[in-house]
């Protein structure tokens, strides 16, 4: 133990001479209270394991209708929760719908029980009470004291692997159960099957077959134990069938090698000295279960847990050092726990040897990319992967192949709207991969063939009998009787359809640029003239009498109200001003947006907004108006853009478990964090141009893929000062108030000067 402790010292040593230690300012606890749905455990950089306690076993329904308390698990964490159930190695990070929980492994000594519990009498199962005291989560690394089993439980991982050490008390009756019934929004019906192989005392392997969110997804793995069992065994809670086989023939219950079934829980009986520790490795692979045994010995080639943390840790710790800012303590916990949360998704989906499951079920071989699933695209085709063009251009290069591949992939020809294992889940509105596709090709990040990836994006925006796309094509806007989120649809298809003429026009395609650009003026159709506001159409061409514009209900609008979505235009926001009267009275409109008051009553039954999120009226913890505040640029108050944006940074975002206003939705949350307290924001991704607002650090320099760094330095910066003076680019002065992306990928320094009074 203490050659392994100076082995992961010298380690951290060595980065530290060479980078920053930035992993102290991660605090992966950050959002895991009320509504950021983030987890505490382990993981590495686009990890495709996630290895993290579970607090409840919350079922998807009640009496089979929708239960409201699984929304608050999504993460399978709640910080608020007094018990752990066991650490499971999927999950997804910020979102407001869930899936995963793969494989739950709980330590536990005494009499064996293979029920969970409950939370109010956590002893009547294998659950255990814990405390935060004794709780430590680091980028990498996740430590708990199991109090009602007196164990200590510590995890590590590597991209594929996931690395448990439990140090147990001497017992004759210790246990590691292996819970496959468990899950993330588990409902009875979600396991479709599962198979387990006993190899060895020290091995089995197998797979796990659910229908969830994503509706056919298969997971194969590999469990090695650093010690061998001395028995194990399984109950079966299967409803019982008319057709059993004739494997009744075997005790199947106990040292029985294969196992098979929907609901089963296992069980590893160990006796152990005090302080004992057993080690796990536990690898994932979406090809099969030769794949998952191939990537653990690839990965984690010995039981060396503080050799694999400190590896872990320094991987977190590279990419953190690509910004180096200076700021306040707070600020940086803030940001660097930001840009952890940003490096979570997407994630890799290729095993070592390249291979990967593809949309289509079969087995595929990714030549010259990495696979990456996890697309949660509604959310992050506004800052994430913008984020990403800038400071990890290579992933989101393959990511954006990886959207090609699903879509070569596709029955349906069409490009991924949100993905994950395998799968398209069709979650949110949109066809948001083209934004993220023409952001890439506009930028001179993806390297494929432009075309192709034209075609994909073309294809997907025609496809009619998808949310309404005929009608839109045909009516320009999607009529309020054939969908119940028609507004949002259509102003969010006509963004994308900018972004594709974007692509066209690069690529000089000059017919479908002009069929695009013209999809991208249908906006204007749910505009309604004598309210000001965004507004459902009938199909005969008048617009709704019963509409509400506070409402986030029966509205046409998903996950928001028309006061918010009334500002999306993000492709054309100097013809949105016009048609609301101008700048003055535009700005007009977005001082009420940010002063007004919005009553509880009116986003009660929405439970991705809460009262936490909003500031007056605009709502910062869901995505739909992230852009607005930077609008105040075009209206020529940039003035009022910053104050905002500081206000907004201070406001929703917090060095606490609680610290974020809304979900993290795969890092969207943290890119607009990170973006904005470097002092710009992608406006309309598709564009080269960053809209200027107030920066909060003190001083940044961001080290790029080409070898250049792009700095921001701030003079006079403090809490009162948020308002730009005057802002420098390589010293000349920028009246704008746009940042282009050539400016910063050819490095440059940007230069605010701030005060405590507006310059207007």
């Known amino acids: 133990m203490k050659k392994t402790f100076l082995f992961s010292l010298l380690i951290l040593s060595f980065v530290s001479q060479a980078q920053q230690n930035l992993i102290q300012y991660v605090k992966p606890i950050i959002g895991t209270e009320k509504m950021g749905h983030t987890y505490p455990g382990a993981t590495v950089p686009f990890g495709a394991v996630q290895l993290s306690p579970e607090t409840d076993t919350i079922s998807y329904e009640i009496n089979g209708k929708y239960n409201g308390d699984v929304y608050k698990y999504c993460a399978g964490y709640k910080y608020e929760d007094k018990t752990i159930v066991g650490f499971s190695h999927t999950h997804l990070s910020g979102t407001g719908h869930s899936d995963l929980g793969d494989f739950l492994i709980m330590p536990t000594q005494g009499k064996l029980q293979l029920n969970p519990g409950t939370a109010a009498n956590p002893k009547s199962g294998y659950r255990s009470s814990y405390s935060h005291a004794n709780e430590v989560a680091e980028a990498g690394y996740y430590k708990v004291k199991l109090d009602d089993d007196n164990i200590l439980a510590e995890m590590t991982a590597t991209t594929r692997v996931g690395m448990h050490q439990y140090t147990f008390p001497k017992s004759d009756e210790s246990h590691i159960i292996l819970d496959l019934m468990a899950g993330i929004y588990n409902y009875d019906e979600k396991d479709v099957w599962t198979y387990v192989r006993v190899v060895n005392d020290t091995l089995i392997t197998g797979y796990r077959q659910t229908n969830g969110w994503a509706r056919t997804r298969t997971v194969y793995f590999a469990m090695s134990f650093s010690k061998p069992f001395t028995e194990y065994g399984q109950k079966n809670y299967d409803d019982k069938q008319a057709y059993r086989g004739f494997w009744r023939k075997f005790d199947q219950l106990k040292n029985f090698p294969e196992i098979a079934g929907k609901k089963i829980r296992m069980y590893f009986d160990f006796k152990t000295e005090e302080a004992e520790i057993i080690k796990i490795k536990f690898a994932l692979s979406s090809v099969s279960q030769e794949n998952a045994l191939q990537n653990m010995q690839a990965e984690i080639k010995d039981w060396n847990f503080e050799k694999v943390k400190a590896q872990a840790q320094t991987?977190?710790?590279?990419?953190?050092?690509?910004?180096?800012?200076?700021?306040?303590?707070?600020?940086?916990?803030?940001?660097?726990?930001?840009?952890?949360?940003?490096?979570?998704n997407p994630t890799v989906y290729t095993d070592v040897n390249g291979q990967y499951k593809g949309l289509d079920q079969d087995v595929h071989q990714a030549n010259g990319f990495t696979n990456y699933s996890t697309f949660s695209l509604w959310d992050t085709y506004r800052a994430l992967h913008p984020f990403f063009n800038i400071i990890q251009p290579s992933r989101n290069n393959d990511m954006v192949k990886s959207m090609v591949a699903h879509y070569d992939q596709s029955a349906l020809h069409m490009l991924p709207i949100w993905s994950h294992y395998s799968n398209d889940n069709w979650c949110m509105s949109g066809y948001h991969s083209v934004s993220v596709i023409a952001d890439a090709i506009i930028k001179g990040v993806y390297n494929g063939d432009e075309n192709q990836a034209l075609e994909a994006c073309i294809t997907t925006a025609k496809h009619r009998n998808y949310e309404g796309i005929g009608y839109y094509m045909d009516l320009g806007y999607i009529p309020a009787e054939k969908s119940g989120v028609s507004v949002s649809n259509t102003l969010e298809y006509a963004y994308d359809d900018w972004c594709i003429a974007q692509i066209a026009k690069k690529l000089n395609k000059t017919a479908v640029y002009d069929e695009f650009i013209k999809r991208s003026e249908n906006w204007k159709n749910n505009y309604n003239a004598a309210t000001g506001f965004m507004q459902p159409k009938m199909a005969n061409g008048t617009f709704k009498k019963e509409f509400d514009p506070l409402s986030t209900e029966g509205q046409g609008f998903i996950e928001g109200n028309s006061w918010n979505y009334s500002f999306f235009a993000p492709q054309d926001p100097a013809t949105l001003i016009a048609k609301m009267g101008g700048k003055k009275t535009f700005a007009a409109r977005l001082d009420t947006l940010f002063s007004m008051h919005l009553p509880d009553s009116f986003f009660e039954h929405t439970e991705d907004i809460t009262r936490e999120g909003i500031i007056g009226g605009y709502v910062h913890g869901n995505e739909p108006a992230h852009h607005v505040a930077y609008f105040y640029n075009w209206a020529n108050q940039p003035w009022k853009t910053q104050a905002q944006v500081r206000k907004i940074l201070d406001m929703q975002y917090k060095p606490s478990p609680d610290g974020l206003g809304g979900n993290d939705d795969c890092g969207q949350m943290s890119a607009w964090y990170?973006?904005?307290?470097?002092?710009?924001?992608?406006?309309?991704?598709?564009?080269?141009?960053?809209?200027?607002?107030?920066?909060?650090?003190?001083?940044?320099?961001?080290?790029?893929?080409?070898?250049?760094?792009f700095k921001v330095n701030v003079i006079n910066q403090s809490p009162k000062n948020v308002y730009v003076q005057k802002v420098l680019l390589d010293g000349k002065t920028v009246t704008d108030f746009v940042l282009k992306h050539k400016s910063i990928t050819d490095g440059g320094t940007l230069t605010f000067y701030m005060g405590s009074k507006p310059k207007k």
């Not at 180096?324 to 726990?337: P, R």
């Not at 990170?674 to 809209?691: R, T």
Request: charged share 15%.
């Open 315 to 344: 991987s977190w710790n590279k990419e953190l050092n690509k910004i180096a800012i200076t700021a306040s303590e707070d600020t940086k916990v803030n940001f660097y726990t930001a840009m952890y949360h940003t490096f979570i």
């Open 674 to 709: 990170i973006f904005s307290s470097l002092g710009f924001y992608p406006v309309a991704p598709g564009s080269d141009e960053y809209a200027i607002g107030s920066p909060l650090v003190n001083n940044a320099v961001l080290t790029l893929e080409n070898g250049n760094q």
